[in-house]
């Protein structure tokens, strides 16, 4: 039950179908995988910053807080860690989901809140909702692969694009201003 | 590890520029984003020291457009190069798809290089990464300087898997592209996932 190619479908059902908070939905919000590639965004922020961006400083400023807490000599975990980065009315907060062997992090960007507390605790239960959805979609697609593997030889090792011409290439980089 | 949404027909990859310190992997990325139009580009994010030396990484979100009905999105991410900065580079070599290896040609900076792709080859098979099986490709950096270590000399000290190799005066764009655009294909091409 790894990497699933489905992810980005059961992504987009459950932020379609969950009922976001109305306080919540003023933030910006965004659900990266560990590398910082963004699944969903609920971007409010100003345009000057990318969701790419955006997300590959969330995943950044996560993976590194985890290294530093590597640091802690006392290795007890009742609970996950969070990330926090606040004053009292605004800041970023991150909190992390993992579903079998893979980890999500869902970030907050908020400001000008008079009840962070409230908002961050909507986040914690967003995410909850979320790897519970999402373990549970895992499973039911799991199992429906093992079944089709037993009646069915497949190739879903194959590469995606194979061979891949230079003219093909070309196409692709002719952004590049000369 | 590359990502591909069936939903919206996306691809995004990373591809890491690694190399010894001052060796020309965020200048790479800056030619990059200097000569990319506009619609193409996203914002380029430098986490650096006081004197512009990096501290964290340079990370630049490039959207190429589309191949065969996916729209192809490469993320390119500069490592320090500093030697203490060694546990930064182990974090953002994680889920990697690509790497270009930036040597310095100065010989006196051979010392330097050896040490770096040593220390590529440690990170990665701490992330669980077979060096042979990522695709790799060399970039000879500044070749207009005076004092430099021969290509051959390069490549037999650096190259033993003979992938491709490139040299390049990236403050100058040379070579730059013509790197990028090779790392792109053996990325691309090593994509996984047949439809389902």
């Given at each position: 039950?790894?990497?699933?190619?489905?992810?980005?479908?059961?992504?987009?059902?459950?932020?379609?179908?969950?009922?976001?908070?109305?306080?919540?939905?003023?933030?910006?919000?965004?659900?990266?995988?560990?590398?910082?590639?963004?699944?969903?965004?609920?971007?409010?922020?100003?345009?000057?910053?990318?969701?790419s961006?955006?997300?590959?400083?969330?995943?950044?400023?996560?993976?590194?807080?985890?290294?530093?807490?590597?640091?802690?000599?006392?290795?007890?975990?009742?609970?996950?860690?969070?990330?926090?980065?606040?004053?009292?009315?605004?800041?970023?907060?991150?909190?992390?989901?993992?579903?079998?062997?893979?980890?999500?992090?869902?970030?907050?960007?908020?400001?000008?809140?008079?009840?962070?507390?409230?908002?961050?605790?909507?986040?914690?239960?967003?995410?909850?909702?979320?790897?519970?959805?999402?373990?549970?979609?895992?499973?039911?697609?799991?199992?429906?692969?093992?079944?089709?593997?037993?009646?069915?030889?497949?190739?879903?090792?194959?590469?995606?694009?194979?061979?891949?011409?230079?003219?093909?290439?070309?196409?692709l980089?002719?952004?590049?201003?000369? | 590890?590359s990502?591909?949404?069936?939903?919206?027909?996306?691809v995004n990859c990373k591809i890491?520029?690694?190399?010894?310190?001052?060796?020309?992997?965020?200048?790479?990325?800056?030619?990059v984003?200097?000569?990319?139009?506009?619609?193409?580009?996203?914002?380029?994010?430098?986490?650096?020291?006081?004197?512009?030396?990096?501290?964290?990484?340079?990370?630049l979100p490039l959207d190429l457009?589309?191949?065969?009905?996916?729209?192809t999105r490469f993320h390119l991410?500069?490592?320090?190069?500093?030697?203490?900065?060694?546990?930064?580079?182990?974090?953002?070599?994680?889920?990697?798809d690509g790497?270009?290896?930036?040597?310095?040609?100065?010989?006196?900076?051979?010392?330097?290089?050896?040490?770096?792709?040593?220390?590529?080859?440690?990170?990665?098979?701490?992330?669980?990464?077979?060096?042979?099986?990522?695709?790799?490709?060399?970039?000879?950096?500044?070749?207009?300087?005076?004092?430099?270590?021969?290509?051959?000399?390069?490549?037999?000290?650096?190259?033993?898997?003979?992938?491709?190799?490139?040299?390049?005066?990236?403050?100058?764009?040379?070579?730059?592209?013509?790197?990028l655009?090779?790392i792109s294909?053996?990325v691309l091409?090593?994509?996984?996932?047949?439809?389902?």
């Open positions: 039950m790894s990497a699933n190619k489905n992810i980005p479908k059961y992504v987009e059902t459950f932020f379609k179908s969950c009922e976001i908070d109305e306080k919540l939905n003023r933030y910006s919000f965004f659900l990266i995988r560990h590398d910082g590639v963004v699944l969903y965004h609920n971007n409010n922020l100003a345009d000057s910053l990318s969701k961006s955006i997300g590959a400083l969330l995943g950044g400023v996560w993976q590194a807080a985890r290294a530093l807490a590597d640091f802690i000599p006392k290795k007890e975990f009742k609970e996950g860690y969070r990330l926090s980065f606040d004053t009292s009315a605004q800041g970023i907060y991150i909190v992390p989901i993992t579903v079998s062997t893979e980890e999500f992090y869902l970030g907050l960007i908020y400001h000008d809140e008079v009840n962070p507390g409230f908002i961050k605790n909507k986040i914690r239960e967003m995410a909850t909702s979320f790897g519970e959805y999402l373990e549970q979609e895992l499973k039911e697609s799991f199992e429906k692969k093992q079944t089709q593997k037993d009646t069915t030889a497949n190739g879903k090792n194959d590469f995606l694009f194979g061979d891949i011409t230079d003219s093909e290439m070309d196409r980089f002719a952004f590049a201003k000369s | 590890m990502f591909v949404n069936y939903v919206t027909k996306e890491v520029y690694y190399g010894p310190g001052l060796g020309g992997k965020t200048t790479n990325i800056q030619y984003y200097q000569k990319t139009s506009g619609d193409s580009k996203g914002n380029i994010i430098s986490l650096n020291t006081e004197n512009e030396r990096t501290l964290f990484f340079d990370f457009g589309e191949i065969r009905g996916f729209k991410y500069t490592v320090p190069g500093q030697v203490f900065y060694e546990a930064s580079r182990k974090l953002i070599l994680r889920g990697v790497i270009i290896f930036v040597a310095d040609s100065q010989v006196e900076r051979m010392e330097s290089n050896i040490e770096s792709l040593k220390s590529l080859e440690r990170n990665l098979i701490d992330q669980g990464y077979d060096i042979e099986k990522v695709p790799l490709v060399m970039q000879w950096n500044k070749r207009d300087l005076p004092n430099i270590t021969s290509v051959k000399d390069l490549h037999e000290a650096l190259n033993k898997w003979n992938v491709p190799e490139f040299e390049a005066v990236a403050i100058k764009g040379s070579g730059v592209f013509d790197t655009k090779t294909k053996l091409m090593n994509l996984k996932g047949g439809l389902e």
